[in-house]
């Protein structure tokens, strides 16, 4: 399982599955390798599958951001990837935080060797504006960036801890909003209950929360909070084929956001799992294997 040396000199897990076409799977919030591997493994006599772990979480957990804007950074880190595995004419997907990870890269023209791109629940456009709103949830996003502020004044004195670590008090704050918003997320009260009890035993949180340094924690707040660009003028000179997997009851991101992608690009392609949120993986896992199995099988050489 090779760990590669990235441009700061920070490591980098990389997981690496089969043989074949390259395939560059990047990965949501917190998501590690092996939540790639039922989906990935029955093709593996057919494609390379590449499966990287962004820093901070699982055994890339050591490696830090280097700078304010953390999809740069990711950017970045593919590039590296890119260029130690000399990776060529492959495909490349993009799952919620990937995806947009792969529109900046995009966006700034990186594509040159992507045969083909499979975008998976993420909005071209994260922030509202008159004219969009389909960004981060919807018509929901004033009351949850209001949170995301609360959250980040909370954390803003702890920056060298980890959740574990933080002070009884504010770790129980803490879990105690982040209870509020996912129950409010999912739809299931019983969460906004469940949370605060891991105040109690505060080592069950990295089973729950991949991504733990307060730092980082930070960072995606107050980037997801902040992120005013639009990917969507940049797909209209994009000449790689694009097909776009939403979920229809996705509580983050709107169909017609994510269709956007695909109307936008020269070549795309729409596909909406109607029982699926935004965890297509677990929500509709055959119905996404069946996706994700057609579209790599539509674009191999």
């Known amino acids: 399982m090779p760990t590669i040396t990235l441009r700061d000199k920070q490591s980098l897990y990389v997981r690496k599955a089969g043989s074949g076409q390259p395939v560059l799977l990047l990965p949501g919030l917190g998501m590690k390798s092996h939540h790639w591997l039922p989906f990935v493994w029955p093709l593996r006599k057919q494609f390379c599958f590449y499966m990287p772990e962004f820093r901070g979480v699982g055994r890339s957990s050591s490696a830090s951001f280097n700078q304010p804007n953390v999809f740069q950074n990711h950017m970045e880190d593919v590039e590296d990837i890119v260029a130690h595995f000399e990776l060529k004419d492959f495909m490349l997907v993009g799952y919620s935080q990937g995806a947009s990870t792969a ?50 004044a909370l954390l803003e004195p702890y920056q060298n801890n980890t959740m574990m ?48 340094r ?26 790689t084929p694009i097909t776009v997997i939403a979920g229809a009851q996705s509580p983050l991101y709107s169909v017609a956001g994510q269709a956007a992608v695909a109307e936008q690009a020269q070549h795309g392609n729409l596909v909406v799992l109607p029982r699926s949120g935004h965890v297509p993986l677990l929500d509709q896992p055959f119905a996404f294997k069946k996706a994700f199995s057609r579209f ?3 674009h191999a050489s």
Request: charged share 15%; aromatic share 14%; glycine share 6%.
């Open 165 to 212: 670590a933080l002070p009884h008090r504010i770790r129980e704050q803490l879990l105690t909003e982040l209870g509020d918003i996912f129950s409010r997320l999912l739809g299931k009260p019983a969460v906004r209950r469940a949370f605060p009890v891991m105040h109690f035993v505060p080592w069950v949180i990295p089973f729950i929360f991949p991504v733990t």
């Open 214 to 239: 307060v730092a980082d924690i930070s960072a995606y707040l107050e980037n997801y909070t902040a992120l005013s660009e639009d990917y969507l003028p940049g797909l209209a000179n994009c000449s």
């Open 296 to 298: 790599l099988q539509q």
């Open 103 to 152: 529109l900046h890269w995009q966006n700034r023209g990186g594509f040159e060797q992507v045969r083909a791109y499979l975008h998976i629940e993420q909005s071209p456009c994260v922030i509202n504006r008159p004219d969009w709103q389909h960004g981060l949830f919807g018509i929901q996003q004033q009351w949850f960036f209001a949170r995301f502020k609360r959250l980040q």
